[in-house]
């Protein structure tokens, strides 16, 4: 009989030791518990492959198992947006022109958390079902989107645990998205505006998101300043993966990416409410809702800060008191222009700088014309400044230079481009302007209101 030394015996373990690493999981026989776990999960570089297969639930806007929140101005159809995705994801149908996985490769059922809004979320529904009825009658025969509309804490209680008990027990397949509407419904006792508490509300839509595999989509409020985000801690930005901001102008809100952190950032969505009638009510008066109808993004506006107004305020009235229309290809024919130091000297007495010597106010006025340029709301030529007005472009062209003692002939050579081109500006002074009874009014005074 062989006697199998001890020497065998250790070439075994090694071997399995050697099979195990090579199947994934790091073997350690002295670590056990959660110290395995993690040693299990330290990866070597060359076992660190790329991901080709994708996760999304609407492609370029949200992936699977990941986070997000929706923000904006109240009013703006925060609900209506969401609940417009929501309802394409539960039927597995294209989202305006984004896919969701159908067929075999449908996601998930769909649950909506409506915290906020009352019974208005059931006619926002209905007029889905008016405005729809194909892709309603899909998710109604198998049950793929759920409302929940009782109070929900998800900051300063146990009801993050209790949905996913409640989830496990009524569900035959985990749902693919959660929409909780909104963050300051379900934050309890707790205040959005203090790190710990958006922490421990933060700490709750991850224990759903493990436990489910959903996608956790949050609807919040803009701050006072929208230019900054969502309202209240900045600890929530920094936690979700995708941040979609909606604004409106006029009738038309557009949905834009603000925050991707695993796919593009340059999704943009614009849309109007388009009215659905409902019935009536018992006194006889029609009850309508609405639901969300793809539109063309409108021209973006341009964000000023309070500095950017008051240098523009201060260029109108400057304007005003001393502004003449140039006769010269590099200035607009149809408005006046006013020179810099007019400019400036406006600009000190609409108090544009917040101190008071001389250093600080050149600082301010110098910040502010370079912003004002930066954004097109204003153009600088030979120490003469102007308000930009749609239409403006640049003109590239290029002049002939006369033979002189220097060229050996003609040669053409680039110029500084003409911005702006005057009917009879071929033989004009640059510096020559018209008499003050050809002057032109400024058709792009600033106003204020145009901008609130």
């Not at 199998?4 to 002295?30: I, V």
């Not at 919040?220 to 979609?244: M, P, Q």
């Not at 006889?284 to 063309?296: M, P, Q, R, W």
């Not at 600082?363 to 912003?371: C, N, P, Q, V």
């Amino acid at each position: 009989m062989t006697v199998m030394q001890r020497n065998d015996f250790s070439e075994m373990a090694n071997l399995d030791r050697k099979h195990m690493q090579a199947a994934g999981p790091r073997f350690n026989p002295n670590l056990a518990g959660r110290a395995l776990d993690l040693s299990g999960a330290i990866r070597p570089l060359h076992k660190i492959k790329p991901v080709l297969k994708s996760r999304y639930l609407v492609k370029g806007w949200l992936d699977r198992g990941a986070s997000s929140v929706i923000y904006g101005e109240s009013n703006v159809g925060k609900t209506f947006f969401a609940l417009d995705l929501a309802l394409h994801v539960a039927a597995g149908e294209e989202w305006h022109g984004s896919r969701v996985p159908t067929g075999e490769k449908w996601a998930g059922p769909v649950i909506y958390v409506a915290c906020e809004g009352g019974s208005g979320i059931n006619n926002r529904i209905e007029a889905m079902r008016r405005a729809k009825p194909e892709l309603m009658e899909r998710i109604e025969e198998n049950g793929d989107f759920c409302l929940l509309s009782a109070p929900l804490d998800l900051c300063t209680s146990e009801d993050a645990s209790y949905l996913i008990d409640a989830i496990r027990e009524d569900f035959d397949q985990m749902p693919s998205l959660i929409v909780v509407d909104t963050l300051a419904r379900t934050m309890g006792a707790g205040d959005e505006n203090t790190a710990k508490d958006m922490g421990m509300f933060i700490k709750s839509i991850d224990l759903l998101r493990e436990a489910t595999g959903a996608h956790i989509m949050v609807i919040h409020h803009s701050g006072k300043d929208a230019s900054k985000g969502a309202r209240g801690s900045g600890s929530l930005r920094a936690a979700v993966d995708t941040e979609i901001e909606l604004t409106r102008t006029d009738d038309v809100v557009t949905a834009e990416a603000r925050k991707q952190r695993d796919m593009p950032c340059d999704g943009v969505f614009a849309y109007r409410l388009k009215g659905v009638f409902l019935g009536h009510d018992e006194d006889g008066d029609k009850v309508t809702s609405a639901v969300v109808e793809a539109t063309e993004a409108p021209a973006k506006r341009v964000k000023l800060t309070g500095s950017d107004k008051i240098a523009l305020q201060a260029l109108s009235d400057a304007i005003a008191l001393h502004g003449k229309v140039m006769l010269s290809d590099m200035f607009p024919a149809n408005r006046e222009v006013v020179s810099l130091e007019n400019w400036r000297e406006m600009c000190d007495r609409h108090s544009l700088s917040a101190g008071d010597s001389p250093t600080s106010k050149r600082t301010a006025f110098h910040k502010a014309k370079t912003r004002l340029q930066d954004k097109e709301q204003v153009r600088i030529v030979d120490g003469y400044a102007w308000r930009v007005v749609a239409g403006d472009e640049r003109s590239h062209r290029s002049q002939t230079v006369p033979r002189n003692t220097g060229n050996a002939g003609q040669a053409t050579v680039p110029t500084v481009p003409a911005l702006y081109k005057s009917g009879n500006a071929g033989n004009a002074d640059p510096g020559q302007e018209h008499s003050p009874a050809s002057r032109l009014p400024d058709p792009d005074a600033f106003h204020p209101e145009a901008w609130t």
